[in-house]
């Protein structure tokens, strides 16, 4: 990337049914899908049949009644598609799911005139006309709070598929320096019945590399914008 963020991460969010109690870390550790070790020092902030949520060494995991989430801020992200894959492709293949999502998230820093450039390139000022200089004045008191740019049936993929790159300020940067950039590529099925956890745990295996690669490249020009403005 042009420009090294200050915090980086992914993650695979399952939207389908779900038994969140059963998502605890020594039922990983039971499956082999994580090391005993790793499963004894977690962190189980609530195991409930409703929701479950723990952190353990590299993952963040929850889970409620309609999505699954797991995230990570280390690389590298495969293990991200080795537990998701695993879990649902050896263990619950029989889990109902609807869709999933494999994303890609940074926040970066950059000099404060540069950041405000950047934010007025993706969205523009002047077609507000008057409006647009009560937002402009006084300096970082107004404009872009969040965009969000959506591709829908990619490259040929069905309809309900697409790809959200979503541009805000960053709100774990200083005031003024921070970019946050997040690339969401989702992928639907067209009902959750038997067998749909195979065709998506198949989906995520054909296109996890390429999605993260797609969605670094995204953020890459995004960073050659900003990079462009500083100059």
Known sequence: MRIEPEISGASVVLLGDFNPAIFTPAWFALQGLLPKSVAQGADLRVAHQQVTA????????????????????????????????????????????????????????????ARDQLLQTLAPL??????????????????????TMSRLSPQGRPDGDRINVTVEPSGWIAEGFGVYVQVNDHYSNDSAEPGSADRLMKLLEDHFDTSLQRSDDIIDYIMSLAGATER
């Open 54 to 113: 723990f952190e353990a060494d590299w993952l963040q995991l929850q889970v409620t009644l309609d999505r699954f989430s797991a995230e990570t801020s280390q690389a590298p992200y495969v293990r991200l598609f080795d537990l998701v894959s695993r879990t649902f492709g050896e263990y619950l293949h029989h889990t109902p799911l609807k869709a999933f999502g494999i994303n890609r998230n940074v926040h970066f820093r950059v000099q404060s005139p």
């Open 126 to 147: 002047e077609p507000w006309g008057g409006c647009g200089l009560e937002l402009e004045l006084p300096r970082g008191k107004g404009g872009m709070t969040s965009l």
